[in-house]
Structures are given as structure tokens and as C-alpha cells.
């Protein structure tokens, strides 16, 4: 579906990838699914008159195994280069074995995870980089940012021309307010609220978010970072009163 001009959202309940169309640049994907969703991301592109070569760039926002499951099979069928943070590169690659959540969904994830989404480790071509901008053509500029604490390499990409944040997971959607995920999944949820108030305050504008995980917010996107940042401010205060 298209969200908002030239950019699209592939999902279902529980993968979502982007998919950023130019034509002088080709076509940028944020985001690879579990498992096979690269297939899914491929036939979708059919529906939009886009092939595999049109390709270009296939974007990380981190190293979990629900972003990054179709992104060997994707850079094999495409010939395009895969970008990730250094801090999330050594997972995705294989140098390091994937992690799974912590605590008891982690224990049941690490035997049921490998069967249900097979992950294929795939070469990272490029790093990505705080304040790094990635040419779009007519789409204008991708910034991205760091938004670490859900894995401490995490990036969010902002795109001015859209006024649209591609938030990944530093805020998920699920329950209708974007939040910092549930703790079991988060390298270091207190980092990830603190996160989140950085994010509220740099993208105060922004008109369009979207997420891994949970629809999209188009239109009322400064509304909802403010509620987001007040429920990081209350889990902070909360902690530190503990
Ligand atoms: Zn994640
Ligand atoms: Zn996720």
C-alpha cells in the first residue's frame, strides 16, 4: 500500500518493510522481514511495475531476526547493497550468533525461531552512520539517525520531502500509542526511553510515522510523539524512583 507519495508499506501482523521508489535511484527497501518475506517484498514490487534489478539499496534499521530474515535472499535475487549500523552488522552477517529476547519468550524463541523464520547470514556492503543522508532523487534526502536502546546499533530514517520518520523499532505501534517495545526484546530499555524523548523532540513536526511493528500514523504523527514521550518520561521517572 502507498502511504504517502513514492512510498510504500508491505506488511502483515508481524512484518513490515518499506519500499522507497525513484527513478533515477532506483528502489531503496527499509527492512527485510522474517524468513522468506523477501519473496513477499519481490512480488510486490511486480504490483508496482518494479523488478528486482530496479533495486538498489536494501536498509537495516537493526540486526532482529523479524528485519533482516529476507535480506540475504533479497541482495542475491537484486544485486543490491545492504546497509546496517556497525554496532548491529556483526549478527546479521553471521560473525555473531543471532540473539534471541531474554527470559522465558527468548528460551521458546531460540529453539521455535530458527524452524519458523530460517535466517540466512548476508553480507553487510555498507555502514550506516548517524547523520549519514542517502540520496533519493526525486524523493529527496534519507537522514538517518541513531536511535539506539531497542538494539544499540538501531536507525531511524527521517525523510524531509515526506515529512515522514521511518521509526523501525525505537517506537512500536501495536497498541495504537508508539511505545519502546516490551523489555525482553530491548538491549537497554532505559536508553531506548531516553530514545524516544530525542526522537520527539528532533522529528516535533513530523506528519507521518511508521513502524516494524503496528499501523501507520499519517497526518497526526507530532500528536502521537508527544504521547510517546510522555509515557517515556513517566517509565523514566518511574525507575528512577525505584
Ligand atoms: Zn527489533
Ligand atoms: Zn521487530
Known sequence: MEIVKQAHRVGNMVSTAYVLVDDKTGVTIIDTGPGHFGRK???????IGRSPADVSRIILTHRHFDHIGGAAELRSAT????????LDAPQITGAEP????????????????PILF????????????DGMEIDLGSLGVLQTTLTPGHTIGHCSFYLPSRNMLIAGDALNNASGTPSVPMDAVNDDTHMAHETVLVIAQKFSGAETLVFGHGAPIIGSGAQALQ?????STAALQKTKSK
Open 41 to 47: 517484498i519481490l512480488e510486490y514490487l511486480k504490483t
Open 79 to 86: 544485486r543490491a547493497k545492504v546497509y546496517a549500523h556497525p
Open 98 to 113: 543471532m540473539q534471541w529476547p531474554k527470559g522465558a519468550i527468548g528460551a521458546a524463541m531460540k529453539v521455535m525461531g
Open 118 to 129: 530460517p535466517f540466512a547470514p548476508c553480507p553487510v556492503d555498507e555502514y550506516l552512520a
Open 227 to 231: 504521547k510517546s514521550a510522555a509515557l
